[in-house]
């Protein structure tokens, strides 16, 4: 498996839509029975997320 990482910049709002759609989609899963591991590592993650400061 290749591990690259990516970096992305988003704004307060897109950040909580994220969290948000990767929550709804935990939910789906779990109503249909179905392993979550990933989508709880990846919403931890987010969720942890601090913002940078910018330098001036």
């Known amino acids: 498996m290749d ?5 992305i ?3 307060d709002f897109q950040h909580r839509f994220i969290i948000q ?3 709804e989609k935990r939910n789906e899963l779990i109503a249909e029975g179905k392993s ?3 989508i709880d590592a990846l919403l931890l ?3 942890d ?3 940078k400061k ?3």
């Open 9 to 11: 910049e988003v704004d």
């Open 49 to 51: 997320t601090k913002p």
């Open 3 to 7: 591990t690259k990482k990516y970096e």
């Open 36 to 38: 979550t591991a990933d």
């Open 45 to 47: 993650k987010a969720i």
């Open 54 to 56: 910018k330098k001036k």
């Open 21 to 23: 759609a990767l929550s």
